[in-house]
T-cell receptor, first 118, second 113 residues
Framework: KAGVTQTPRYLIKTRGQQVTLSCSPISGHRSVSWYQQTPGQGLQFLFEYFSETQRNKGNFPGRFSGRQFSNSRSEMNVSTLELGDSALYLC?????????????????FGPGTRLTVL | GESVGLHLPTLSVQEGDNSIINCAYSNSASDYFIWYKQESGKGPQFIIDIRSNMDKRQGQRVTVLLNKTVKHLSLQIAATQPGDSAVYFCAENSRDSSYKLIFGSGTRLLVRP
């Protein structure tokens, strides 16, 4: 079974631009979460989607948004990019979005998209 | 605020020795904990998880111990191998139906040949 895939793997943008990142979850997984990873702040939760609805949201500004499609694939968008948005953006999927955190419902991460804002 | 942290930012061990990576969490409402391993250029890889109704859980060469009294979590790796070299993160989830992991800052494990 293929793992979580993310595209593109690397991206370079300039300040003020916007960017869209894509994530395909593991087949059968219905929940997709997004995280931002930076050396200074570590891994921080952005949001979680399932059934095409945002279920949880972290403490990020409204410039960060996402959506999920009926096939569970997800995209996240960052508008008006800032230098501080440079980070590794990680997508993770899990099987049962209604079961909560429990053994057997662990979350699996993709390789990430490395975004550099110049 | 609530946070998950690690005592040791870098741990260096001899190949074949056992490794112990520690993690302190501050949210007493957390009831689910996970250890992830992240190698350079890759996303975090699930290692093992544990719920708060357990004190210990074992996997292949790894054991997670949970001490709720002092809010401490540890990951033990037996017979550490060069392939174990990576950054290890602990993560917690609070006691509700949502799934919003809070990650620690990470510990780098270096395995000396």
């Amino acid at each position: 079974k293929a793992g979580v895939t993310q595209t593109p793997r690397y991206l370079i943008k300039t300040r003020g631009q916007q960017v869209t990142l894509s994530c395909s979850p593991i087949s059968g997984h219905r929940s997709v979460s997004w995280y931002q990873q930076t050396p200074g702040q570590g891994l921080q939760f952005l949001f979680e989607y399932f059934s095409e609805t945002q279920r949880n949201k972290g403490n990020f500004p409204g410039r960060f948004s996402g959506r999920q499609f009926s096939n569970s694939r997800s995209e996240m968008n960052v508008s008006t990019l800032e230098l501080g948005d440079s980070a590794l953006y990680l997508c993770a999927s899990r099987l049962d979005p209604l079961a909560g955190a429990k053994v057997g419902n662990e979350q699996f991460f993709g390789p990430g998209t490395r975004l550099t804002v110049l | 605020g609530e946070s998950v942290g690690l005592h040791l930012p870098t741990l260096s061990v001899q190949e074949g020795d056992n490794s112990i990576i520690n993690c302190a969490y501050s949210n007493s409402a957390s009831d689910y904990f996970i250890w992830y391993k992240q190698e350079s250029g890759k996303g975090p890889q699930f290692i093992i998880d544990i719920r708060s109704n357990m004190d210990k859980r074992q996997g292949q060469r790894v054991t997670v111990l949970l001490n709720k009294t002092v809010k401490h979590l540890s990951l033990q790796i037996a017979a550490t191998q060069p392939g174990d070299s990576a950054v290890y993160f602990c993560a917690e989830n609070s006691r509700d139906s949502s799934y919003k992991l809070i990650f620690g800052s990470g510990t780098r494990l270096l395995v000396r040949p």
